[in-house]
């Protein structure tokens, strides 16, 4: 594998970040309500579908968005892994306390 060395981690080389997918964690800024869903474009997902209302029935409901978090991954089959862990009753108890600290100064 070609990659960039730091300090004896080795980065992927730049032309494999092309091919990242993404976990991400929208927040309506209409009812603050979270989305969490995956992509291999966040910010096409993000502006162009969601934002746009052309990312579903929970889009047009709850749109404008902002993205509060994200994860990236070399493979598609790590992003729906990590979709479907944040979706679980533990996973959302581990996404809030990634989250602890935005979401208090939010509530505030």
Known sequence: ?????????????????????????????????LYKGYTDDLKR????E???KR???YSSKHAPFKV???EAYL???????AER???TGYGREILQGKL????EKRDR
């Open 1 to 33: 594998m070609h990659g960039v060395h730091v300090d004896r981690v080795q980065f992927p080389a730049a032309r494999k970040i092309k091919n990242m997918w993404y976990f991400y964690v929208l927040e309506s800024l209409k009812d603050y309500s």
């Open 50 to 52: 969601h934002n746009k």
């Open 68 to 70: 509060i978090y994200y």
């Open 45 to 48: 997902r993000v502006s162009s």
């Open 100 to 103: 602890k600290n935005y979401l």
């Open 85 to 87: 862990f944040y979706k």
């Open 55 to 57: 990312g579903g029935a």
């Open 75 to 81: 493979e598609k089959a790590d992003a729906t892994e």
